[in-house]
């Protein structure tokens, strides 16, 4: 069983950056890719990042490629997601979700854990 629990969110301008982070429960962290996705009102998730269980592979959606990072510490149980130059289309809450499957994370709907969400909302 794995518990996740995002934080990092908030309100800031265009051009800000935020981390996120998402603190992960259990002592086999290092046995689960972790994703990232996000839901802004009225639209459906969408994939933002996500990480391999080692750290080694990473993948992004393409409107934030070379705007956010996302990394690992297996150490500390958390995945982090840097988001830099943040736009108003950012604007949404973003999730984190973990399944031993790096390719279940990245399609999202039949991933094993999930968060409850931390809200980003990026002014104009």
């Known amino acids: 069983q794995v518990q996740l629990v995002e934080s990092g969110g908030g309100l800031v301008q265009a051009g800000a950056s935020l981390r996120l982070s998402c603190a992960a429960s259990?002592?086999?962290?290092?046995?689960?890719?972790i994703g990232w996705f996000r839901q802004a009102p009225g639209k459906e998730r969408e994939f933002v990042a996500a990480i391999s269980r080692s750290g080694g592979v990473t993948t992004y959606r393409h409107s934030v490629k070379g705007r956010f990072t996302i990394s690992r510490d297996n150490a500390k149980n958390t995945v982090y997601l840097q988001m830099n130059n943040l736009e108003p289309e950012d604007t949404a809450v973003y999730y984190c979700n973990a399944d031993e499957a790096f390719g279940t994370v990245v399609a999202g709907t039949e991933a094993d854990y999930w968060g409850q969400g931390t809200q980003v909302t990026v002014s104009s």
């Open positions: 259990g002592r086999t962290f290092s046995s689960y890719a």
